[in-house]
């Protein structure tokens, strides 16, 4: 059974820092791109940020740049994302999810939306007070 697992949620003041960890189930995350979405109450998963497989491409979305970095531990086979400079609005339930087990994610790769990538973790809830 193929599936991730997500850690490092938490509750943390405005302005702080969390680390997210990515780890893979029954395969080999390092092959495949993985990207982390967010989830806020009453509001559509988005994307935050994504790292490819062949190259280590990084992408982010706008409101996270310069304060995110997405990172791959390859001896490890994990994914990190390091959130600085958290902000109340970053406040929501994060999920990592993997994408590449089929060609139609080539289509669009990192771009693609969450039906789009085909594993994902169960979420790990970051809350920001201010």
């Known amino acids: 059974q193929l599936r991730l697992v997500e850690s490092g949620g938490g509750l943390v003041q405005s302005g702080g820092s969390l680390r997210l960890t990515c780890a893979a189930s029954?395969?080999?995350?390092?092959?495949?791109?993985v990207k982390w979405f967010r989830q806020a109450p009453g509001k559509e998963r988005e994307g935050v940020s994504c790292i490819t497989a062949t190259d280590g491409t990084t992408t982010y979305e706008d409101s996270v740049k310069d304060r995110f970095t997405i990172s791959r531990d390859k001896g490890k086979n994990l994914v990190h994302l390091q959130m600085n400079g958290l902000q109340p609005e970053d406040t929501g339930v994060y999920y990592c999810a993997a994408g590449g087990f089929r060609a139609s994610w080539y289509i669009r790769g990192c771009s693609a939306g969450p039906s789009e990538f085909e594993v994902w973790g169960q979420g790990t809830q970051v809350t920001v007070s201010s």
């Open positions: 029954g395969f080999t995350l390092n092959m495949y791109a």
